[in-house]
């Protein structure tokens, strides 16, 4: 959709951008970008000026051609999902100048990164770009994502859900593979299109996102990946877990009465109630014998896989970081958190919970501030818990969500809460408000979670990735909503760190 035509002229706003002083260039950048685009959305003056730019494009300097590719994609983004319309074909005119300057990059010049956000908008020149892109010698996971971007959608075959942080990091075998298919069959023609159409704006989100950074900051730090568990978890640890040293903070999330912790289940002391108790796991998310299948649920359609413990913490978890934190330099690295939680948890008496805990790998570094006696994990992804079992056999483990923790009032010591509140957005109030119902006086509450970007550009790029507790678009927190949840939970916050679009805060139970 275009907007009325802008005030400023198309010759005076491009004049301004190929002229400018090399020291003003994020400056006319910006205002070239704020000419043509708002909100997702092309201005009058974005025809002309897409035009004027392609004309231009191989006389500018590498600085403003990375620039100008960045502008050029956004406008060409305002009319995807729907059928290209004059943007397209004005910016799809230049593809033949686009490639002879990419040509001429090495990989990770902040230029040759716009080039493929840009390019990855024109399937129709697939072979083309992909030849560029390979004697460019790309980067695996650039390439990945070009090479689904520029894909046309076969809906008798479609391979859909696997786009983030990119296609190539899916290693699925048969049964991973099979189990794809069963989903993606009972898809109607439409929300076929519709996934496909999610997918492809992730992987040009990303490239977007990466290529933006790039031409404002320089090149960005390969992606760094911790600690990784085995891509088989292996079988469950036999011991029930530790439930009997924590059994007293544990209430029955339907009647919130107590429970007592057998070899196989955790028994209601007040409903009767049952809950399956398997391999230092205990299920609330049902009662034994009621039938209940996640299966049915695309969320979780998603997510059981048993190798996905390993793809969160080798592929999905050090891109979110880049993307969400604003982490393309590396500014936070993992020991950078692995010292936060160690100086900032300080629990009171009662257990510590690792609220989302994930595969274990924050989990692992909270054990090791407050010791392992101490520490319950929950999260609602089993594949997950199995796979923190099989590293941290000494926790327990909770299937449950955040939403209604299953523990008494002020029985806990600390919630440690790692890279997850995003995860379930429109949650989050609630799971702060049980997190301070939960809280002894003078416990901590320590979180990571991310922020809204306040540019504009960057925070588009961001809320076109696509997830199933997302499908609308990824959308962070506003800082100011965080800390109202808090205060509302009773919760004061005693130390704060926010580097990039990063928020790290460790709030206290007030008494």
């Not at 898809?187 to 992730?202: F, S």
Request: glycine content about 8%; aromatic content about 8%; some cysteine.
């Amino acid at each position: 959709m275009v907007m009325p035509e802008s005030p400023t002229t198309t010759t005076a706003v491009v004049a301004e951008f190929t002229s400018a002083p090399r020291e003003h260039l994020d400056t006319v950048h910006q205002a070239l970008i704020d000419a043509v685009w708002h909100a997702g959305r092309a201005t009058g003056a974005a025809l002309g000026v897409a035009g004027e730019l392609v004309d231009l494009f191989a006389d500018l300097d590498p600085d403003r051609q990375g620039r100008a590719a960045v502008v050029l994609g956004l406008l060409v983004d305002t009319e995807y999902p729907r059928s290209p319309g004059e943007l397209t074909a004005a910016v799809a005119a230049g593809v033949d100048t686009y490639l002879a300057a990419w040509r001429a990059t090495t990989k990770d010049q902040p230029l040759s990164l716009a080039l493929l956000y840009l390019l990855g908008h024109f399937p129709e020149a697939r072979d083309q770009v992909l030849d560029v892109a390979i004697d460019v010698g790309v980067d695996d996971d650039d390439l990945s994502r070009l090479e689904r971007a520029v894909q046309r959608l076969d809906p008798e075959r479609p391979d859909l859900g696997r786009a983030f942080p990119y296609p190539a990091a899916w290693e699925l075998d048969d049964t991973e593979r099979d189990f794809d298919r069963g989903w993606i069959t009972g898809l109607t023609p439409q929300q076929v299109r519709a996934h496909w159409d999610n997918d492809t704006e992730t992987v040009l989100g990303h490239a977007g996102a990466k290529a933006y950074w790039a031409v404002r900051n320089g090149t960005p730090t390969p992606v760094l990946v911790d600690a990784v568990p085995p891509r088989d978890p292996g079988p469950l640890p036999t011991d029930a877990g530790g439930f009997d040293r924590h059994g007293a903070a544990f209430r029955c999330p339907s009647c919130g009465q107590g429970l007592e912790f057998g070899d196989a289940a955790a028994r209601c002391r007040g409903c009767a109630n049952a809950y399956a108790l398997d391999g230092g796991i205990v299920d609330f998310t049902t009662t034994i014998g009621d039938g209940h299948d996640r299966g049915a649920d695309f969320l979780f359609k998603l997510a059981e896989m048993p190798s996905m413990g390993f793809f969160y913490e080798a592929y999905a978890r050090p891109n979110f970081l880049r993307l969400c934190g604003s982490n393309w330099a590396a500014q936070v690295l993992p020991s950078d958190e692995d010292a936060y939680i160690a100086e900032h948890v300080r629990p009171v008496d009662g257990p510590v919970l690792d609220l989302a805990a994930g595969a274990g790998r924050w989990t692992a570094a909270l054990a090791n501030a407050v010791g392992a006696q101490r520490v319950v994990a929950l999260d609602l992804g089993l594949p997950m818990l199995t796979t923190l079992r099989a590293r941290l056999p000494e926790i327990p483990a909770v299937l449950s969500s955040g939403r209604t923790l299953p523990f008494a009032d002020g029985s806990l010591g600390a919630v440690l809460c790692w890279n997850a509140l995003q995860a379930f957005p429109d949650d989050a109030p609630a799971v702060i408000a049980e997190v301070g119902r939960c809280l002894r006086p003078g416990g901590t509450f320590t979180l990571l979670t991310f922020r809204n970007a306040p540019d504009p550009v960057y925070r588009h790029f961001v809320w076109r990735h696509h997830f199933p507790q997302h499908a609308d678009g990824l959308r962070l927190f506003d800082y100011a909503d965080l800390r109202a949840w808090l205060s509302a939970a009773g919760l004061r916050v005693r130390h704060e760190w926010r580097p990039g679009t990063f928020v790290v805060i460790t709030a206290q139970r007030e008494n």
